[in-house]
Nanobody, 120 residues
Framework: QVQLAESGGGLVQAGGSLRLCCAA?????????MGWYRQAPGKQRELVAT???????DYAESVKGRFTISRDNANATAYLQMNSLKPEDTAVYYC??????????????WGQGTQVTVSS
């Protein structure tokens, strides 16, 4: 069973930095696409960043140039480095894992979420 354990959230002032970690277990990590989504109060969950098994990345326009997603396949961990944080980045951040499953279609997994609060 795939499990995703997030850590690194917290309270930070605007302009500050945080690094989120997502430790995966129960899966062949190197084959998976990993990502981070976020959900602010009263809003839909939105994509923040993804990183494919080959290392290519994709970012939401709102975080480009400020956030960096990375992965450590040896330790089955994905990271989200968040710099120049803004109050509008305040949300619950969720780790996402997409596991290839051949002709049966990919399997999606989610972490429990970690709160990021940016004060002005």
């Amino acid at each position: 069973q795939v499990q995703l354990a997030e850590s690194g959230g917290g309270l930070v002032q605007a302009g500050g930095s945080l690094r989120l970690c997502c430790a995966a277990s129960g899966t062949i990590f190197s084959r998976n696409t990993m990502g981070w989504y976020r959900q602010a109060p009263g809003k839909q969950r939105e994509l923040v960043a993804t990183i494919a098994s080959g290392g290519s990345t994709d970012y939401a326009e709102s975080v480009k140039g400020r956030f960096t997603i990375s992965r450590d396949n040896a330790n089955a961990t994905a990271y989200l480095q968040m710099n120049s944080l803004k109050p509008e980045d305040t949300a619950v951040y969720y780790c996402y894992c997409q596991e290839p499953n051949g002709r049966w279609g990919d399997l999606d997994y989610w972490g429990q979420g970690t709160q990021v609060t940016v004060s002005s």
